[in-house]
């Protein structure tokens, strides 16, 4: 069993603002937002870093952006936009290894990447 802070999240062992959730996923507003909205989409099954994925789970990394992107429309906001954002590793700017899918919007994102 993982030890994630996202996996006792997922597990309902410390609090989260949850947003969604199926039977492999789980959504969660983030606890330091970067934007207005800042949501996290987080797989249920523990994989630290994208580079952890296998090939077998493409329908599952598919899954994260259309729950975002579903998000996105029955908020509101999909039409004016938002960014979607996966960190890998460490110059990557991770700090939680359990792979997720940042989801900001509610402000205009610049056009660089760090
Ligand atoms: P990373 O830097 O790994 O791409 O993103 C990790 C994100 O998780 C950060 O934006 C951070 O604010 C968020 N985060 C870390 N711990 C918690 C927590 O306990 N609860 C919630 N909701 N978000 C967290």
Excluded: W
């Excluded at 579903?70 to 110059?91: P, W």
Aim: glycine share 8%; proline share 4%; charged share 25%.
């Amino acid at each position: 069993m993982s030890d994630s802070i996202f996996s006792r999240i997922i597990r309902r062992e410390i609090p989260a603002d949850i947003v969604y959730e199926d039977e492999r996923l789980i959504a969660f507003k983030d606890i330091s937002p970067q934007a207005p909205v800042h949501v996290l989409f987080v797989p249920k099954q523990h994989y630290s870093t994208l580079n952890d994925v296998p090939a077998s789970e493409a329908e599952l990394l598919g899954r994260m952006m259309l729950a975002a992107a579903d998000y996105a429309k029955t908020q509101g906001f999909a039409d004016r936009g938002y960014r979607l954002v996966m960190n890998c590793n460490r110059e990557g700017g991770q700090t939680v290894f359990h792979i997720h899918l940042h989801l900001l919007a509610g402000r205009t994102m610049d056009g660089g990447f760090g």
